[in-house]
């Protein structure tokens, strides 16, 4: 087999690895701000059981919650597709890191403009549309761009339920032609790449909202 | 009619009292001062008015109306304060423009361009208009003031609160607020204002309330109350030693 | 065009009920395509024993291959879970696996190869000599089982000393390096690798392993196909097998 042909075979899995990848941070990024929203919205209860979510999530491995949501749920008659299930495992352990890193940079938001938005009259709700998530957000980006790197590292256990991402392709490939340093090396360079455009996702979006003079790292 | 009528207001933190009935009151277009010692619940007494920390006593009527009733729409009555903070409290990540567009867009309802119109409209008035698309940490402490008053007076309040406005402020600037406070009395609008700044006192007012222990100990003119008064205690506050009398 | 609209089908989220709606009954397939022989991927598409055996199967019966792609154990758990109605890649019968799945009856008997790189020449003479070396085989193979039942007990190896490896490319891979001694293969697999790389047999053990296709628990799939496999079993399932292996 020639190497283009290997090539295209792993840029086709590089398309499924950025699939999961995006569609786990997007459910990431969601149960991330919920979790910061609903707890700056409700009391105590609510608060203590989405500390409790962030800290059950957080331990349990991708790859246990993976097999609990793919191969375990089934049983009781839900059957999330593959995508659904990799949203359902790592996207909510995103999740549940990236609220964490929510709760540390809502804490560097001046707490003074907040009552001040609050003394104006605006409700909770619009207090944390219009000051706190702008700020936190923009404090959060190197938190944020970690966290994605992370779901990007552990997307291939996409695999496991039968995405065909780069490892996939990888190893099928390297089965049959042996060429195992090439390819895994192919591979390193895609998720090289892979990240890189995440940064730089991420470098245009920091950019567009830059505001000077405010704190960022 | 008193826009404001305090009575008996009463506050508490963990079983100390701060406020311990506190009862004065504020008319149409009149501007007053609260002065006191550090401690003497004046802060906290401006908070009680806006319900952003809740009264465990007494009333609060604006206009007549009770808004220290646990019914009260809060939000409702906040609209009704323009409050510029003694840490100024600009956003910091929008411009000027937008610190004062925010709440007539949300609360309002305006739209982006008349609120921009108004919000320049403001701007102008506290001479501003020039920096209106600079961001907070672009500005001077005394920039940020005229700001963090241009973004109440948007809102077209029934009265303005001050906390402490010049303690931030270095003499000459503290000036510079009298002035602008002076600008404000002139056309009309109702004030309250917390400082323990005696000269700031004496420019802006015609009244004064000395709080302490967490009670209006005396009212009265500015020049009665800080030169003359009969109380050594106070006197002795404002830099007038008992001999003197 | 059909990969196109399989990527959709994820898109969507649907995962079932996509592509078009045919007479034919489909089966829903899982196999882990690293596995030659018996299943691996030539340019992209799904080859071996194990495929052409079922192929020819689904031919004869009028069905419909859906293939998906896991890893190792996520086919297992495919077919214990249900999402697939049978999995095939040279998957080795054990009694752990019973318990959880249905397997055929065994198509192909399988040797159990430990094999090292030539220049080390390596021959295990008496069982005595296996624990002087590191074995090394991928995570969730039948050789744990073995190894713990056969082995241990009389004091060859302990499985604590065994290397575990994702899949056989990194055993091989591993071997290559110098960092591992001998490796575990199917003696399928070891024939494929002994035609592209130096190795040789330093010991064969046989009549332990027999692959299977394997089900979920109560398939009626399982019970047509074990009546295919007595009707073609003899000559015509040899030559299928003896088209891959030489």
């Given at each position: 087999m020639r190497f283009s042909g290997i090539l295209a075979l792993l840029l086709e899995g590089a398309g499924y690895t950025l699939l999961v990848t995006v569609s786990c941070v997007i459910t990431g990024l969601v149960t991330g701000l919920g979790i910061v929203a609903l707890r700056r919205l409700f009391g105590k209860g609510v608060a203590r059981l989405l500390a409790l979510y962030t800290y059950v999530f957080r331990g349990i491995p991708v790859l246990v919650l993976l097999f609990i949501v793919f191969f375990g749920l089934p049983g009781l008659g839900i059957r999330p597709s593959p995508l659904v299930s990799m949203m359902l495992s790592l996207g909510l352990v995103c999740g549940a890191y990236l609220a964490e890193v929510f709760r540390g940079a809502l804490d560097a938001v001046d707490p003074h403009e907040i009552i001040a938005a609050e003394v104006m009259g605006l409700s909770r709700l619009q207090v944390i549309l219009s000051i706190e998530f702008p700020q936190m957000l923009r404090l959060a980006v190197p938190g944020m761009l970690n966290e994605f790197t992370t779901v990007l590292k552990y997307s291939p256990f996409g695999y496991t339920v039968g995405i065909p991402e780069i490892t996939k392709q990888a190893m099928a490939l390297a089965s049959t032609t042996l060429r195992g340093i090439e390819i895994y090396t192919a591979v390193g360079v895609l998720y090289f790449g892979i990240y890189q455009l995440l940064c730089l996702l991420m470098r245009m979006i920091e950019r567009k909202f830059r505001v000077p003079g405010f704190a960022t790292q | 009619m008193a826009l404001l009528e305090i009575k008996d207001l009463v506050k508490r933190f963990d079983g100390r009292t701060v406020l311990n009935g506190v009862t004065f009151e504020l008319n149409e277009g009149q501007t007053k001062v609260i002065m006191g010692p550090s401690g003497c619940g004046k802060s906290t007494l401006l908070r009680c008015l806006n319900r952003l920390l809740e009264p465990d006593g007494g009333q609060i009527f604006f206009r007549g109306e009770d808004?220290?009733?646990?019914?009260?729409d809060i939000r409702q009555h906040r609209q009704r304060i323009g409050f510029v903070f003694q840490q100024f409290a600009l956003y910091r990540h929008l411009t000027v423009l937008e610190n004062i567009t925010l709440g007539l867009r949300k609360l309002r309802r305006l739209s982006t361009a008349a609120a921009d119109k108004k919000a320049a409209y403001q701007l102008e008035r506290m001479e501003m208009g020039a920096h209106?698309?600079?961001?907070?940490?672009?500005?001077s402490v005394g920039q940020k003031q005229r700001v963090a008053i241009a973004r109440a007076l948007a809102m077209d309040p029934a009265v303005l609160f001050f906390d402490e406005p010049t303690s931030a402020l270095d003499p000459l600037m503290s000036l510079e607020v009298a002035a602008v406070i002076n600008q404000l009395r002139s056309e009309n609008v109702t004030m309250l204002c917390v400082t323990h700044d005696v000269s700031l006192a004496r420019h802006v007012t015609d009244r004064v309330i000395f709080l302490d222990d967490g009670q209006v100990k005396a009212e009265d003119s500015a020049e009665q109350l800080l030169?003359?008064?009969?109380d050594p205690r106070i006197r002795q506050f404002f830099g007038q030693p008992a001999a003197l009398k | 065009m059909k990969r196109f609209s399989g990527f959709l089908c994820l898109l969507l989220l649907l995962g079932a009920g996509c592509g078009e709606k045919n007479e034919m009954k489909e089966i829903k397939v899982a196999v882990t395509?690293?596995?030659?022989?018996n299943l691996f991927e030539e340019n992209g598409k799904t080859a071996g024993i194990d495929f052409d055996i079922f192929t020819a199967y689904c031919k004869a019966r009028g069905c419909q291959l859906k293939i998906t792609p896991y890893d190792w154990q996520g086919m297992l758990g495919a077919v214990i879970g249900g999402q697939a109605d049978v999995a095939f890649s040279g998957i080795s019968i054990t009694e752990e696996r019973k318990k959880v799945m249905e397997f055929s009856k065994p198509y192909m008997e399988n040797t159990w190869n430990l094999v090292s790189l030539t220049k080390r020449?390596?021959?295990?003479?008496?069982?005595?000599?296996?624990?002087?070396y590191s074995i090394g085989y991928p995570r969730g193979m039948a050789y744990t089982a073995f190894i713990e039942k056969e082995l241990q007990p009389k004091g060859?190896?302990?499985?604590?000393?065994v290397k575990l490896y994702p899949s056989y490319n990194e055993v091989l891979t591993d071997l290559q390096n110098g960092n591992l001694d001998l490796a575990f293969l199917d003696g399928t697999v070891a024939a494929v690798y002994r035609k592209k790389l130096p190795i040789q047999d330093s010991h064969v053990f046989s009549g332990f392993d027999r692959f299977g296709f394997a089900f979920p628990k109560g398939s009626t799939l399982r019970v047509d196909f074990d009546h295919y496999l007595d009707q073609i079993s003899g000559p015509e399932l040899q030559a299928i097998i003896d088209r891959w292996i030489k």
């Open positions: - | 808004v220290a009733l646990p019914d009260t209106r698309l600079k961001y907070p940490a672009h500005l030169t003359t008064h009969a | 395509p690293a596995s030659p022989p020449n390596i021959k295990i003479e008496k069982m005595e000599d296996l624990k002087k060859y190896y302990q499985i604590a000393n």
